[in-house]
């Protein structure tokens, strides 16, 4: 059963222009919902130095639209739950959402989680759940005094990092973005963390465990974490038809499991703001309609 035993209407992932715009949609047409969100707005949401073609909005720059985002949701009274959702199972005739040992339950699902960015490692998806895994809190626990190693794509993961530090005996924090915020996070001093700044080549699975080759030199771990912002959609989903980087869907934003809609970069090309909003409405919309239907 759901965390907070609420069977929920619609649960939305994803804090970008897609998911926003289909939270506001689903509020707006009094539907139950939760909205989950790595953080309050989509970081990429900042990124743009000046927005030229969103209607309405002059020459927003990016941290302005970030704001505005956010004003809305507030207005709207619409939380944002800061949970990364590791795995979506689809029940039937409804969902279950997991965050670490967290579940929730919705009758559908609206994914707005935005394009991975990084490559799959050659041997994650051969080792996924044999020892390597995306989800710390989930899987740290397996590995009490054994040597792990995270593979780190964004500053953040550094959290989950000192998390495993408590459990494990050695973190070998392998870093894949640029050391301007280390000394904010005073990642230098934590104890039992090594950090590398190489970056890995492959994931090679053995018998008792896993080895990481790097240009460098190989390590040997009895467990991999993968953190990055996103999670690929089909390891999301178990069943969701995808084609590696996007999930596949029709005009009405629906995905190959029903229920399940998909809307903004995660849904394919072209990545952009006023794109990923429009399909957040439709999606939104497309989930009201099905669930009058249930
Ligand atoms: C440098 C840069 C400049 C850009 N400039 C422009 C521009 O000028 N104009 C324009 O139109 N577009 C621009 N874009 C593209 C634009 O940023 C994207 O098209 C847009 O942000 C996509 O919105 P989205 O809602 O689909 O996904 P995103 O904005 O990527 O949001 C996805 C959200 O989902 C969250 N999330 C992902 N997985 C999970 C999970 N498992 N659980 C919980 N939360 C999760 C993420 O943390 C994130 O908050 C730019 C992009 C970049 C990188």
């Known amino acids: 059963m759901a965390n907070d035993n609420i069977r ?9 222009p897609a998911g926003i715009s289909a939270a506001i949609t689903a509020k707006v047409r ?6 989950f969100g790595t953080s309050k707005v989509s970081e990429k949401v900042k990124k743009a130095h000046k927005i030229l073609n969103y209607p309405g909005l002059l020459e927003v720059t990016g941290e302005a639209f970030y704001e505005k985002l956010y004003e809305h949701l507030k207005m709207l009274d619409i939380e944002v739950t800061d949970k990364k959702i590791t ?5 039937g005739d409804y969902f ?20 991975v960015n990084s490559r799959e490692l050659p041997g994650e998806n051969e080792w996924l759940g044999r020892g390597v895994s995306y989800c710390a ?10 040597r792990v190693a995270v593979i780190g794509y964004n500053a953040e993961t550094f959290e989950e990092v000192k998390y495993l530090a408590e459990i494990a005996k050695e973190v070998l924090y392998f870093r894949i973005y640029k050391n301007e915020q280390d000394e904010l996070m005073n990642i230098e001093s934590a104890k039992n963390i090594k950090i590398i700044t190489e970056i890995p080549r492959s994931l ?23 953190l990055r912002d996103s999670i690929a959609p089909d390891k999301l ?55 009058a239907h249930m």
Do not use: W
């Open 8 to 16: 929920y209407d619609i649960a939305i992932i994803g804090t970008g």
């Open 30 to 35: 009094n539907k139950n919902i939760i909205l």
């Open 87 to 91: 795995t979506v199972y689809s029940m």
């Open 96 to 115: 279950a959402l997991q965050s670490g040992s967290d579940m929730y339950e919705a009758k559908t699902v609206i994914l707005a989680t935005g394009v």
């Open 137 to 146: 809190t989930c899987d740290g626990t397996f590995y009490r005094d054994k």
């Open 204 to 226: 090679r699975g053995e018998k008792t465990n896993r080895i990481i080759v790097t240009d460098n030199g190989e390590y040997s771990v009895d467990g991999i974490f993968i």
């Open 237 to 291: 989903v178990p069943g969701l038809r995808t084609d590696g980087t996007h999930i596949e869907v029709n005009l009405n934003m629906e995905t190959s499991i029903e229920g399940c809609f998909a809307c903004g970069d995660i849904a394919g090309r072209p990545y952009q703001y006023v794109k990923s909003a429009g399909q957040g409405n439709v999606a939104a919309l497309s989930a009201v309609a099905y669930l």
